[in-house]
């Protein structure tokens, strides 16, 4: 059980992830994985740090 910070964190990754294969902006191997750099605005907020930890960099 959550507040649901974390699936709103979660959320906005697949969003974010969805939105650069469909824009075509940045690159993405043959697993999916896609290679560039973020910036999460708000880090330090609930979901800005959710986020922030889901991500692998």
């Given at each position: 059980?959550?507040?649901?910070?974390s699936y709103s964190a979660s959320g906005?990754?697949?969003?974010?992830?969805?939105a650069?294969?469909?824009l075509g902006i940045a690159p993405i191997d043959e697993h999916g994985?896609?290679?560039?750099?973020?910036m999460v605005v708000g880090a330090t907020?609930?979901?800005?740090?959710g986020a922030r930890a889901?991500?692998?960099w």
């Open positions: 059980m959550t507040t649901g910070n906005a990754l697949w969003a974010a992830h969805a650069l294969r469909k994985i896609i290679h560039g750099k973020a907020g609930a979901i800005g740090s889901c991500w692998p």
